[in-house]
């Protein structure tokens, strides 16, 4: 039984003053004196918990506002003009005599399902540095078609420093082979040292790995191997993200 109902009875059915009933259930008699008149006016009813929303909001946004923010973001969308929340907001004082803050339009347009995640907003523990810590850390080697202007092709290969995207090599052949690949590299180490490691594909002038062979190695395999350099592939169908840092030909 609720206290309510306590104390109501004590009052009514019992005849108990209301100062003794207060000091008994320790409440105050000014909510006895409520929850009486509330019992005369309501009967039963007096006794069911209240909910303790306010009756009104002042600051609730009306369905008309929440239309009209909708509407705005998918016409403005539409237009190819910025839609975000401050946009709108503005367009909402100014054109539409509504006054909304930028938080509670967005919270209006989450809501409503025209929000999406910006990935450039993800904290920054969440990202991953794609660059060695050192210079001489990891060598990049990758290779591109270029065409000449007489209609032939060329292969540009490349060697980068992983860690200031440094070019340390770039020389132009025909056809990229196994034999091109070793000279570059070994003319990159003799100007700058051997590397700590190297990143490639998984092209068959970097590695034979997956050429179902028995142990054997190519030029540069071997060549690595000899210098005690730490040699990284990409996994099978995923391939690093190697040469995305190869300078244009005219920087060159």
């Not at 709108?88 to 929000?115: D, F, K, M, P």
């Not at 450039?120 to 810590?133: L, N, Q, T, V």
Request: hydrophobic share 40%; net charge positive.
């Amino acid at each position: 039984m609720s206290k309510a109902r306590l104390v109501i009875t004590a009052v009514t059915v019992e005849r108990r003053p209301v100062r003794e009933v207060a000091r008994a259930y320790g409440v105050a008699r000014s909510w006895i004196y409520v929850l009486l008149a509330r019992y005369e006016a309501e009967g039963e009813a007096a006794f069911e918990p209240r909910s303790r929303r306010p009756k009104t909001s002042p600051s609730a946004v009306s369905p008309a506002a929440i239309e009209l923010i909708v509407a705005l973001r998918k016409e403005l969308a539409g237009q190819g003009l910025d839609a975000g929340p401050h946009t709108i907001a503005w367009h909402l004082e100014h054109h539409h005599q509504v006054t909304v803050s930028a938080a509670t339009v967005s919270r209006y347009l989450t809501r409503a399902g025209l929000v999406t995640p910006d990935l450039a907003k993800r904290p920054r523990s969440s990202c991953i540095r794609f660059a060695a810590e050192l210079p001489n850390e990891c060598w990049q080697s990758d290779f591109t078609h270029y065409p000449l202007a007489g209609g032939s092709d060329t292969e540009v290969l490349t060697w980068l420093d992983d860690h200031s995207r440094y070019a340390l090599s770039v020389t132009a052949h025909r056809r990229v082979t196994g034999p091109a690949v070793l000279a570059a590299f070994r003319a990159a180490v003799t100007r700058y040292g051997a590397p700590a490691s190297t990143l490639t594909d998984n092209g068959m002038v970097f590695t034979t790995r997956l050429a179902g062979g028995k142990g054997g190695r190519n030029h540069l395999e071997a060549e690595l191997r000899r210098l005690g350099v730490k040699q990284k592939n990409g996994k099978p169908n995923h391939p690093p993200l190697t040469g995305q840092h190869v300078p244009a030909l005219g920087s060159v």
